[in-house]
């Protein structure tokens, strides 16, 4: 699903944020990536959602070679991938119904099929009852959860996670990585990038730990 | 194996979802675009205030041309009029009475040059002098009418030439009792000149105030732009394209072009109405039946296009500038 061989990325400062990266990972497999800040977590994710692209090195996606992908098929090739932020990243002038349903409303799906898949990724959260809220009105693991429906609610085959429980107490973190395995249990690839290391060995999946921009451990999952 | 399956079935979802039949696609497609026109005409009411503020400027700014537009057109309208009947006027001598004046006319009316003929007596000359003029005490004052009779002849439609007018005239000059024949054709071409003159000028205000528009709208766009950066780089972080980004805020173009175009449509109906009357007189002056009630239909739709186009043109303008600016980091 995700393959990097010997990928550089260099900044213009001239700083080498990742250095000759390779890995794979299949397809429904959830990985960690961990390591300390500025240790080149948030530019992998980056190059995988093309937000940034590589010095050097190939990094392919879903088969797609992104060096390939001009920036005008990017929205397209964005699609595919659901991505959830640490800082939500909600429109806060529209209901969290809305919100979930945005992706389908770029995509352009008819009126009648967003209802019919935004409630049930409203459900898959446990956010149902609250649709016609505003996010200002939530949570902060309410509005987690909402970046987490509209991540899936157009059925990405790939979810990139950047810190997704950077502000969340212990025990919804634990939820929200629940939801992530559930996931990758119906095929989903999941990539979440994160230093709650406590949290990370308590799931027992894959890590691959960073260290100044290079890939110093892949642990297997220990399941 | 149930794995397997659930993952199959959810890559059938996946293309399924990236190939909308054909119909649906075209039909959402304009369901979209409606609800985008919806949506942003929502925004924008949600601050009435300050989008009137910009509508009135963009109003104005296309009510002065149009305004200017519609004034000349009727100024051509009555000089079209007048040049249609390009006349000569026979001043007759002192000593003519009113009945050789007559058999003169009827003399003229014979003629297959002439076309129509109009006596003016000098008793029907002095009063129009009086009513017109205000000359009023100074007629008074005087003991006698010393205004001339007068025939005022229309060449037929088959002698308006230049070198058949000049003959005209010269045959008219050498008949018994008159005095002068004059051609009044100096003062039209004049006209035209002077017309011409302010046709350009209105033309250079149009495009300066064309610019205008389109700087204004640009401006307020670009605001917008600013105002909505973070949600711009959402939409682009969940895979929006440049075209989905650049809707809502031409369709903003669009309601300010039409807005615009609405304002400057009331203010120059409200002119118009305000000189109705002078108008009125002037047109009666000239005998004409030229009236300036409210803008015509023709000059409205071009009204509406105008300000509809560069409504667009200048959202345009602003989203090619700032929305590449904009991307997640």
Redesign the interface.
Known sequence: MIHFSNTTKRYASGQDALLNISFDIEQGEMAFITGHSGAGKSTLLKLIALLERPSRGQVIVNGQNLARVKRRQIPYFRRNIGIIFQDHQLLFDRTVFDNVALPLIIAGHPHREISRRVRPALEKVGLLKKEKHYPITLSGGEQQRVGIARAVVHKPPLLLADEPTGNLDSALSWDIMQIFSDFSQVGVTVLVASHDLELISRMQRRQLILKNGQLQQDNPAQS | MK?AS??SK??Q??KR??Q?NLI??S???F??HAQTLIYTLGQLLRDPFSMLMTATVIGIALALPTGLHVLLKSAELLSGEIDGATQISLFLKKGVNEKQAQQLAGRLRQMPEVGKVRFISKQDALKEFKQNAGFTEAMKALDENPLPHVVVIHPSIKHTGEQAMQKLLAQLQGMVHVDVAQLDEEWIKRLYTIMDFIKRGVWILATMLALAVLLVVGNTIRLAIQNRR??I??????????A?IRRPFLYTGFWYGLFGALIAFVLINTALFLLNDPIERLARLYHSDILLSSLDAQTSLLLFACGILLGLAGSWLAVGRHLRDIE??
């Open positions: 794995s659930t993952q959810h890559g979802d996946l979802q990236h909308p649906t696609r039909g959402s497609y369901v979209r973070d949600e780089v959402i939409v682009k972080l969940i895979g929006g394209t440049d989905f997640p980091r």
